[in-house]
């Protein structure tokens, strides 16, 4: 037997053991210094430095104990082989499974390799296809065992492509193995992330401060009511001016906009993007490299945004959608490309040489109901702060709610403004937005689902809402007109039909 041919099923190398081990330690690390933590402070008796070393040695024990026999069930109960052209798993500790997966079949081949990977020469890898709903098994392997399935896979999948392709050119099959490699350097990630929302990072902060509170608390309730007691008895002696919370304010923002730089500096550093006529191969990362490497009919939609920022430094944001299975569900899969400029060459590799000059069929256009949808909950939470301020004589925090909502409404004039679909004869583009123009690229044979929704309002103004759903997208584009919504709703089902 070839050392990888993969025919007899087989477990993992014993370096996969290890790095099983090492993200045991990690998931149950936080856990066991909390219930150490809890168990000093929670102590009526009094206790001596040896007996808390003893204590801090025995949760070390268990810990490692409980990280070991985990790491043992993942790695022992794990084995693979290629048999008839299909990837097999066998995997489960009482009930034992075995999922197959057609080689020719696999949509997306995404690999991980974080510092101990690198360390051990070993590499993460997760398959899936279009029509997997079951939550992905990850193979963890050598270089030379990925190198050598990486080749199974693609001979596979050449195989069946000469078996469907009858009348293909030699000129044709040359032309479909050309790659083109797409230039993003770390100086232009970084223009591109600061074009952002930096308050994106705002959910960094708080997820971690959530993270923290809810382990602390479903530990220990004490710890909760102290804090929240430590809160109250000092918040009558603090005086808070309106210089100290624009100070705090500006902290905040400045902590925010570290943390979301250092997210998107981490997760796409070194970008390296090729592409050829059948795939797309995505990878990046300075601690753990990821990459993507999926193909041409995963994709659903092709989403461009430039917002002021992008339209001045002459870059914009791409993000390739997917269609998802139960894993993408989970995880955030679609491949971003933050300062780049290379919209022309997604839109040519996806919609083809000639999407520009596609001819219009139809477009509508967004009316004033928008505008309403868009600020309706700002003013339900800016009027009765308002209300509140005066009643309380607190006139100089007035400009607060009046601030929002003229920040609502300039929202809510931007996107009406650019809230629009049209269908060309190849392909959709529906165009949404509120401080940035952004672009949804959609083909016709991707579309799934279109409803067109009647509102209370609709026998009076005759606006309706147009939903179009792919399988990983779904767009709502809100007050059209009904009888051009009812054209475009028309002109969908006979496109999605024919392809």
Known sequence: MKINDFSIPRRMSKSA????????????????????TVRIFDSSEETSIMEYIIMLLSYLAGFLVISLITAFLSFYFKKYYVENGNLIFIHGVIQHERTSVPLHKIQSLRTKSGLIYRILDM?????????????EIELILDDDDWDALLS????????QEEVHKTEATEQEATANCKSIKLEVSNLNLIKGALCQNHFKGMAVLFGVLATLYNQITSVNDKAAKY?????????????FSITAVLTVIVILYIVILILWMGKVFLQYFNMDIRMNEKQLFFESGLITRNSNRFSFDKVCTLYVKRNIIENWLGCCTIMVRQALNATDEKKDTDVKIYGSSHDGNFLNWWLGKDYNSSPTVISARSGYGLLGYIIRFDILISLPAAIALCYYGQYI????????MLVSLSKGLLALRRSHITLKED???ISNGKFAEIYNYIKYDNIE?????????????????????????????RSLKEQEAKEIYELLLLNSYNN
């Open 152 to 159: 199974r896979v693609e001979t596979q999948e050449n195989t």
């Open 227 to 239: 804090f929240l007691d430590y809160v109250e008895t000092h918040a009558d002696t603090s005086a």
């Open 397 to 404: 925090w007035i400009f607060a709610p009046i601030a929002y």
């Open 449 to 477: 689902v279109v409803r067109m929704v009647s509102t209370p309002f609709t026998p009076y103004n005759h606006r309706v809402k147009l939903v179009i759903s792919t399988n990983g997208t779904s767009f709502a584009i």
């Open 17 to 36: 053991f290890v790095i099983y081990f090492v993200k045991a330690l990690r998931n149950y690390a936080s856990i066991i210094l909390i219930l150490f």
């Open 123 to 135: 590499k993460g890898i997760s398959f899936d296809t279009l029509a997997s709903r079951t939550e």
């Open 427 to 429: 392909y959709m583009e």
